[in-house]
């Protein structure tokens, strides 16, 4: 399992973000708290809110993701 911390300041970058992650024939999943949703869910994500960090979980190989998502991948 692979996890990367990611936030998303408005909802362009959600939908950029699922357009992406839904490439993948990998399961995913995104954590806030004790709130955890899938990751390739448009309304799981926007109910994780913006501005916020959440933990993203990749059960498989993530290095070419890596690379597509890291203008979401949170300092």
Request: neutral net charge.
């Amino acid at each position: 399992m692979n996890c990367f911390n990611v936030t998303f300041k408005n909802p362009e970058e959600i939908l950029s973000f699922l357009n992406t992650v839904e490439k993948y024939d990998i399961t995913m999943d995104m954590k806030r708290g004790r709130l955890v949703v899938d990751a390739k869910s448009l309304l799981g994500l926007m109910n994780l809110g913006l501005n916020n960090v959440a933990e993203l979980r990749v059960y498989g190989d993530a290095n070419q993701l890596r690379q597509e998502i890291s203008r979401y991948i949170a300092a």
